[in-house]
């Protein structure tokens, strides 16, 4: 029958179009595995910051982290050469997390070394990936965003060890950097979505520094000079 | 521990806004900048208004798709009122027209949206509609061919060669669809001559149309035994078993919706075939008119089939 044949035909393309396809995935998968292995070294470095005596020695701990810089850039590039052009959304689950948790380990360095926020484009280029989706494979600005929320709940028990580990002074900085965040995601008209479930969580971050500040305060132990 | 207090508004996340989306807004009103920014406010606020703008496309994307749903369910019930040769091709006629309308207004302004864009970002939005389409197209296709169109055919109807520059040729808003009258185009990255605005249409959305053609393929078939057109009968259930072969071979490899779809694919099929069986060992012995009610019948008999969802 007629409609037989161009039925076969139609079942025929769509088996070939989803072997290409899982191939194409697997092919991407492999390669977040490897960006995920590095991801997971330069968390795994930074976590000495919490330490008694990492906390005296950040700037070194940093550079360290820093030294891995260039493999997670050959990874992005090896991966943004596997998805095909326009097509970044098509395939964005299988490296979302592992850009937000790269989005997090670079904010986080830019703060230990500057103490400022990190803006899309410095992450983006401390990655190796573009802003524009003209220019290739992006940074999206979600998973950006999310890395921030990351960075506020590391930075609320940073606060913690560092008293512990007699630095008085930080918690007052770390205070006035959370709530300047706050206030900016404050602006932000989330969906009901993942973000908005974190940004949530900035809230109990924000309150636990300001308890540790509230602590400091009331027992006389904040330095003297300007906070 | 004493208590600290947050220093911050508790429980308000300034979501207020999302949900207004429809309405494509004017030109974003530039964030009245407070004498007090920060930068970290200041570039807080440009994120805010990239997430709105991606946000308020989604919804208006949500709402097209939902009329292309609307226009498309209601061809479909066009399409099955009639079964007379000489009335069909009226049908058909009608339902070209609609078509025509609705690939040249709602789908048009869902390509115009899109364009610039990745369609993968916003594939969730318009998914819905573009199914639903493609299973009215499909149905109308199958009757007036007598065969299943494919994925290429669909894909050339939802390229525009004209660009974005003049609407296509007859295409007036649907009025049934109630549809918005078509926004003034703009933003950047259209108006590239030569390459012509087209709906990307991917192959998943393709398949899931044709399983959702099944259902239809159904109706038909029990429609056309009470009509007495038999042999339409016998060549719908060959038909159906053929997509159902097709579904079969894709199993479970294929994305999760399928599996859904060929549940449902399994209990037409079944009832089609429950129909012929009837057809075969009854039809001989039952007067025409009555085989309707035998149908009805079977029809619960299909709907209470536990083996359909393996």
């Known amino acids: ?227 | 521990m004493s208590s600290g207090r947050p220093r911050h508004r508790g429980g308000r996340h300034g979501n207020s806004r999302h949900g207004d989306g429809g309405e494509r807004r004017p030109p974003e009103p530039k964030p009245e900048p407070a004498a007090d920014d920060t930068p970290v406010t200041a570039m807080f606020r440009g994120f805010a208004s990239q997430l709105d703008s991606k946000h308020d496309l989604y919804e208006r994307l949500v709402k097209k798709s939902r009329d292309v749903t609307i226009e498309s369910k209601r061809i479909i019930f066009m399409l099955h009122r009639v079964t007379s040769e000489e009335q069909d091709r009226q049908v058909l006629e009608e339902a070209a027209g609609r078509f025509r309308q609705l690939e040249g207004g709602t789908l048009r302004q869902i390509a115009e949206e899109l364009a610039g864009h990745d369609p993968y970002l916003y594939l969730r939005a318009i998914s819905p509609g573009l199914q639903e389409y493609i299973e009215a197209l499909s149905f109308y296709h199958y009757l007036l061919n007598d065969r299943v169109i494919s994925c290429a055919e669909v894909q050339q109807r939802l390229t525009y060669p004209g660009g974005s520059a003049e609407p296509a040729s007859g295409a007036e808003p649907s009025t049934t669809a109630g549809e918005p009258p078509p926004p003034a185009e703009t933003g950047p990255g259209e108006g590239e001559v030569g390459d012509p605005l087209r709906l990307p249409l991917p192959y998943h959305e393709y398949v899931l149309g044709l399983a959702d053609l099944t259902g239809e393929l159904m109706r038909r078939c029990i429609s056309s035994v009470s009509s007495g057109q038999l042999e339409e009968c016998w060549r719908l259930c060959a038909l159906l078993r053929t997509i159902h072969e097709g579904f079969v071979n894709i199993g479970n490899t294929g994305p999760r919706e399928i599996t859904r779809k060929l549940a449902t694919l399994r209990q037409s099929l079944t009832k089609v075939e429950n129909a012929c069986y009837q057809l075969k060992v009854r039809g001989e012995e039952i007067p025409r008119h009555m085989l309707a009610d035998v149908f009805s019948a079977t029809d619960d008999y299909g709907a209470h089939d536990d083996y359909a969802a393996d």
Not at chain 1, 60 to 74: D, F, Q, R, V, W
Not at chain 1, 150 to 157: G, N, T
Request: net charge negative.
């Open chain 1, 1 to 227: 029958m007629d409609s037989s044949n161009n039925l076969s035909d139609v079942f025929l393309q769509y088996s070939a179009y989803m072997e290409d396809e899982q191939s194409l995935r697997e092919e991407i998968r492999s390669q977040v595995r490897e960006l995920e292995q590095t991801a997971r070294e330069m968390t795994t470095l930074l976590q000495s910051v919490h330490q008694q005596d990492g906390i005296q020695n950040i700037p070194a701990i940093c550079e360290k982290a820093k030294g891995l810089y260039p493999t997670i850039k050959e990874h992005y590039a090896a991966l943004s050469k596997k998805v095909p052009k326009d097509q970044y959304y098509r395939f964005h689950d299988h490296w979302r997390f592992v850009t937000q948790r790269m989005a997090f380990v670079a904010a986080l360095l830019v703060y230990l070394e500057t103490e400022q926020l990190a803006t899309q484009q410095m992450v983006a280029d401390a990655i190796g990936v573009a802003l524009n989706k003209e220019d290739g494979f992006i940074l999206d600005l979600e998973d950006y965003l999310a890395g921030l929320l990351m960075l506020s709940s590391e930075l609320s028990r940073f606060v913690v060890n560092s008293v512990t580990a007699g630095d008085y002074l930080r918690p007052f900085r770390v205070a006035q950097f959370l709530s300047e965040l706050s206030a900016g995601f404050r602006l932000l008209n989330l969906k009901n979505d993942n973000l908005r479930k974190r940004f949530d969580g900035l809230k109990y971050d924000l309150k636990k520094v300001e308890e540790v500040v509230y602590d400091l305060s009331i027992r006389g132990l904040k330095p003297k000079q300007e906070t």
